[in-house]
Structure formats: C-alpha cells, structure tokens
C-alpha cells in the first residue's frame, strides 16, 4: 500500500497518585498534629468538708439567699428566713430569672453593700442541673466572694408554697 501513511498509535494516559496521597497524609497528620485542640472549660470548684466543728454561722443581716425554683426561675430575699425566732421577719420573696437584668442585677446591687454579703445557694427539686451551673456562672461573672451551696430547708420550701410557686 503504497499510499497510506503509517498511523501512529494512540497511547492511553497513566497518572501516577501514589505521591499525591501521600502528600496528602503528610499534610493531613500536620496539621492534626499542630492544631490545638479545644480545651475544657471547667469550673473548679472546691466543697468544703462536712464537720461540725467547722460551721460557720452566717449573720441574719449579712444573708442572701438564693431559691432554684421549677420552670428556670430564681427566687431571692435578703437575710434568713428563721420562723421560730421571732426578732427575725418573715423574709419578702422576689422572683426573677437568669437574664442579665434579672438575679444579676440583684447579686450586683447587694454585693455593693457593706458587709458583703454570703449568698447562700438552695436549689429545691424541682430545679434543674443548667439551673444549678446558670446561679454558679454568675456567681463568677459578678464576683462573689462568699456562697455556699445548701440543702434546702423545710422552711424555704414552705415560703415557696405560699407564695404560689
């Protein structure tokens, strides 16, 4: 065939991936070895131990006292509520929630007061455990110096009761 030209044959092309992947787990344990991973936001906090020639009495005028309530809310008054002593008033009961404008600002107002106050923290069982880290957390943003987490009292639950909640 003395016309035709030779055709050239068509040769498939082969890509070698052998050196991308393993760039690729090259680059991908660096950058998993080199990142930093999110650390753990814990607050410490530190519960004393239970004796009872360590108590310590808290005045009646020196008292905050904080109720966790049902639903998220934050019941307050100012002192103790002591009814079998009857030079000490029934407490008045406020009510309020976790916003900034709510127990916040009632932490805020007392604690310029002198002397500071002892916030003394009574979750009921009807209060849930965000409740409980919600009252810890601002414990923190405002500062406090002195609270302390305590059982509710029969009491408390009571005034509670009368007030509707």
């Known amino acids: 065939m003395p016309g035709k030209k030779p055709r050239a044959h068509k040769r498939s092309f082969h890509l070698d991936m052998t050196p991308m992947v393993d760039l690729a787990f090259l680059l991908l344990t660096f950058f ?13 906090l530190t519960m004393p131990v239970a004796d009872a020639r360590h108590l310590t009495e808290v005045p009646h005028s020196g008292a905050m006292t904080i109720l966790l309530g049902q639903r998220h ?52 069982a009807q209060a849930s455990y965000q409740d409980m880290i919600d009252i810890l957390d601002e ?24 007030a509707g909640y």
């Open 73 to 124: 809310r934050v019941h307050y008054y100012f002192g103790l509520y002591a009814p079998a002593d009857p030079t000490v008033p029934v407490p008045t009961l406020h009510t309020t929630n976790f916003g900034p404008q709510g127990i916040r600002q009632a932490l805020l107002a007392r604690s310029q007061q002198r002397p500071a106050p002892v916030v003394l923290i009574k979750p009921s």
């Open 32 to 44: 998993m070895l080199t990142t930093t991973f999110a650390k753990s936001r814990a607050m410490q």
């Open 139 to 162: 414990m923190n943003i405002t500062s406090q110096k002195k609270y302390a987490l305590v059982k509710i009292a029969a009491n408390d639950t009571k005034l509670l009761q009368q």
